[in-house]
């Protein structure tokens, strides 16, 4: 056994003594994660939990089977806010572990040293209340009202506040668990298989995943199927509309198929979530996790879908393997998601949200400042969440557009589902992607070549001038009616019939600064106040806090009470601090909605809003 001792408080890994075994591939070195996975890795992971709703813990065992470069004697585990009870060997005895300094964003580092022959470690641990991963909520926090639920969210660096475990995208694991839950609640995870037994659930995920992919979620849900290989699941009071509006998962699996190869997670599930759910969706492996604010219940707002499936190519199997390198997750997903959404629902509704897309982003380019506006962004010392700016999703697609419109979009195809069957199951750079770019597609297309700056793309500001700009036929009908608008044209003469969601969007997002007696005559005709659907609404919201529109507040209190989205929160809270008398009502909305949000939007809102927990 080699001394312990001298690595005792270094934090940075070692130079990899000797290659690691089974031929692993060398893991990048990530910012974010204290593992030092050239010197020992996680290769499967074994999970033996308890959730415990009344402490709001999760008690467990997690047992690493171990790969380990020949002489490397310390096994480093993130995790943040963790108990650690014990760490033993696959015989049973007891391992030698301390923790290393903890960092605000990265938590503690668990450092364990390892016999001789040691190949499984097991961690007794259980989480924290506040683990930032776990949202628990109350029955009332629910749709239906009668039971708990809880659900985890671990990317980017949450895992770690529920597992102990390598948390780093640069490492793979496959994984299984064994989850015990009060009786009569359903429990789900992002897994290849399931099966139940008694109180007992058991999981498989038999494809190596990193760490932010692993999800689990618990509460009085149903199941339904929607497809040959596709089910939705959701609270009882949720299952029939969430069926309904998923109804084209499986053509959205096909159309993805056809130009960018195989489904290879064998089921595509969605698990609609209660309304508390930080995010649109989350791409977790086998099971989406979606918001239930994308039932409009005309299918309108279905993209979401699309954009976390195309993940099951970009991101889930193909992965950013630190999250600098997170555009490649995003911005090739945001990319697939338009075609997707073409093929199934055809040209004019791609061509509107992409146009949508590319309008928020140049809203927020205007505020972004400079270093956060680069697809290659540097988040030394940030948490990575600092990154999930419309940046990495809307201008990283725009690179693959204008590579499009370079090579044609055959070529382009054939390029794309070569980078996904070659880096199938593996975790990639930025680097690894732009050698890979320049080799297959740029080398064999000159004209292409000398047509782009790539490096001006990956690591510049702004939008680069030859960004492809979008535009939608269905949109000049749009902004021919805002136009008579401007001039005087009563709302009930506007030319609206017929309009769908986006043409709406593009409505609003173009009345500039309404006064409030124009937001009156706006809502009288097109009751945009008790419109069902959560993107119009969000936005009409914020035109109301704006102009001082009141109409709205009973709505707009109950809309922030219920629904802990950031993408809407965020925008609403916003427009509330830039109004005349709004800090106090954010201030005293903020304090009775916090408890119902998660952690994630916690955190956002948190530090715009100046909130100090005394
Ligand atoms: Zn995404």
């Known amino acids: 056994m080699r001394p312990l001792l001298p690595l005792l408080f270094v934090a940075a890994c070692q130079t990899p003594p000797s290659p690691m075994p089974n031929h692993l591939p060398t893991a990048a070195a990530d910012l974010h994660s204290a593992a030092c996975p050239n010197e020992v890795r996680s290769t499967h992971l074994d999970l033996r939990l308890v959730l415990d709703f009344d402490a709001q813990r999760v008690t467990g065992t997690a047992t690493h089977t171990i790969a380990r470069a020949f002489d ?23 391992l030698p572990h301390w923790f290393g300094p903890k960092d605000e964003h990265l938590g503690t580092p668990l450092r364990i040293g390892l016999r001789g022959a040691t190949t499984k470690v097991a961690i007794d641990y259980r989480s924290a209340p506040d683990a930032e991963a776990m949202q628990w909520l109350h029955p009332e926090q629910t749709n239906g009202g009668k039971a708990p639920f809880l659900f985890t969210q671990g990317q980017a660096i949450l895992t770690r506040t529920w597992i102990p475990l390598q948390d780093t995208p640069a490492v793979r694991i496959t994984w299984t668990a064994e989850v015990a839950a009060p009786s009569g609640m359903v429990t789900v995870m992002s897994a290849t ?27 009085d849900l149903e199941r339904r199927e929607i497809g040959p290989r596709c089910a939705v699941w959701a609270e009882p009071s949720t299952i029939e509309l969430a069926a309904k509006e998923l109804g084209d998962t499986e053509a959205m699996i096909a159309a993805c198929e056809r130009e960018f190869g195989p489904y290879r997670w064998g089921r595509y599930d969605v698990l609609v979530l209660p ?125 693959l557009r204008r590579l499009e419109q370079l090579v044609g979009r055959p070529a382009l195809d054939a390029f794309l589902q070569a980078w996904f069957d070659q880096h199938a199951f593996q975790s990639v750079t930025t680097d690894t992607f732009l ?55 009563a709302a009930k003469e506007l030319p609206t019939g017929g309009w769908v969601t986006q043409q709406w969007l593009r409505f609003l997002a173009g009345l500039g600064t309404p006064t409030a007696a124009q937001l009156q005559t706006l809502d009288q005709q097109f009751a945009f106040t008790r419109s069902g659907n959560s993107e119009i609404l969000c936005s009409w919201l914020v035109l109301a806090v704006r102009a001082d529109y009141r109409a709205v507040d009973r709505r707009l209190e109950l809309f922030l009470m219920t629904v802990g989205r950031r993408k809407f929160l965020k925008p609403i809270y916003d427009a509330l601090l830039a109004a005349p008398d709004g800090k106090a009502r954010a201030m ?10 998660h952690a994630v ?12 927990k005394s």
Not at 435 to 449: G, M, N, V, Y
């Open 72 to 94: 490397a004697a310390v096994f480093v585990v993130d995790t943040h806010g963790l108990e650690i009870q014990a760490v033993r060997d696959e015989a049973g005895n007891w």
């Open 193 to 219: 298989e399931r099966q139940q037994d008694g109180a007992v659930v058991r999981f498989v995920m038999d494809k190596p995943v990193p760490s932010y992919l692993i999800a689990l979620a618990c509460g």
């Open 275 to 399: 309304p508390s759910f930080p995010f649109g969706g989350m791409e977790n492996p086998c099971l989406t996790f979606a918001t239930p604010t994308i039932l409009a219940g005309d299918r309108s707002l279905v993209s979401l879908i699309a954009h976390e499936l195309a993940h099951s190519w970009s991101g889930n199997l193909v992965t950013n393997a630190t999250w600098r390198d997170f555009w490649l997750n995003e911005g090739f997903t945001v990319y697939l998601e338009n075609r997707i959404m073409a093929t199934v629902f055809g040209d004019e509704r791609a061509a509107m949200e992409q146009v949508l897309g590319m309008q928020e982003l140049a809203d927020e380019l205007k505020e972004l400042p400079a270093a956060d506006q680069v697809l290659h962004i540097d988040l030394a010392g940030r948490n990575p969440d600092d990154g999930m700016t419309g940046v990495p999703y809307q201008k990283g697609a725009a690179f």
């Open 435 to 489: 050698a890979f770019l320049d080799r297959e597609l740029l080398s064999q297309h000159p004209e292409a070549r000398s047509g782009i700056d790539v490096d001006r793309w990956v690591r510049g500001t702004g939008l680069p001038s030859d960004a492809p700009v979008p535009d939608s036929s269905l949109f000049t009908a749009v902004d021919t009616a805002l136009q008579g608008w401007r001039q005087g044209t």
């Open 588 to 597: 005293a909305i903020y304090q009775k909605a916090r408890p119902r949000y």
């Open 601 to 612: 939007s916690q955190r956002t809102l948190d530090a715009m809003l100046g909130w100090t």
